[in-house]
């Protein structure tokens, strides 16, 4: 257990609502990250935080912002959600300060769009 | 662009036979190396990990992978799988240096049967 939880667990919502995921530690990790998972494609990454307001975009930022206001809180908003995002979204943490640690992963939250 | 293949996306096997999954990534320099688990409706679990040393490294549940530079591979074995093998498994690359981003395979999906 990496002290990962993510809310919602599940959610369903319609096209051009706004949603936020939650990811929230508890173990002080710097590098906190978001995933989606889609059959075929395994995992992408979305947007990654090193700190405190620190962010940065992965390979498939289109339509997502972040937020880290906190050490423990690293927010996921879709500003407009599409079909194309329902999916699985995983919130992970380096387990370590250098670069290249392993990372852990949180329990998942499935997202469907109508 | 840094990539890693896995080569089987789905394989079948019976209870008892041998299990060999393929990896390949695409980075000339120091890279780290991982293979993640994802049981049916679960998060994704660290299986084994390669830094640096032992070419051969043994994980979790009997499962080990054996590093081969030359060949750019990072190949999964287990002897004998069991029907609680039954998962989508996940290699991983993580080049060291500048990022931090750890790239994944597209997954390959193990069905045992008893």
């Known amino acids: 257990d990496a002290g990962i939880t993510q809310s919602p667990r599940h959610k369903v919502t319609e096209t051009g609502t706004p949603v936020t995921l939650r990811c929230h530690q508890t173990?002080?990790?710097?590098?906190m990250y978001w995933y989606r998972q889609d059959p075929g494609h395994g995992l992408r990454l979305i947007h990654y935080s090193y700190g405190v307001k620190d962010t940065d975009k992965g390979e498939v930022s289109d339509g997502y912002s972040v937020s880290r206001s906190k050490t423990e809180d690293f927010l996921l908003t879709l500003e407009s959600a599409t079909s194309s995002q329902t999916s699985v979204y995983f919130c992970a943490v380096d387990w370590g300060e250098r670069s290249t640690d392993t990372q852990y992963f949180g329990p998942g939250t499935r997202l469907t769009v109508l | 662009a840094q990539s890693v293949s896995q080569h089987n996306h789905h394989v079948i096997l019976s209870e008892a036979a041998s299990l060999e999954l393929g990896c390949n990534y695409s980075y000339g320099g120091t890279v780290n190396l991982f293979w993640y688990v994802q049981y049916p409706g679960q998060h994704l679990q660290l299986l084994l990990k390669y830094f640096s040393g032992d070419p051969l490294v043994k994980g979790i549940k009997g499962f080990e992978a054996e590093f081969i530079k030359s060949k750019f591979s990072f190949n999964l074995r287990k002897p004998s799988v069991q029907w609680s093998d039954t998962a989508e498994y996940f290699c991983?690359?993580?080049?060291?240096?500048?990022?931090?981003?750890?790239?994944f395979g597209t997954g390959t999906l193990l069905a045992v049967q008893p």
């Open positions: 173990e002080n990790h710097r590098y």
């Open positions: 991983a690359a993580r080049p060291s240096g500048a990022t931090n981003k750890l790239i």
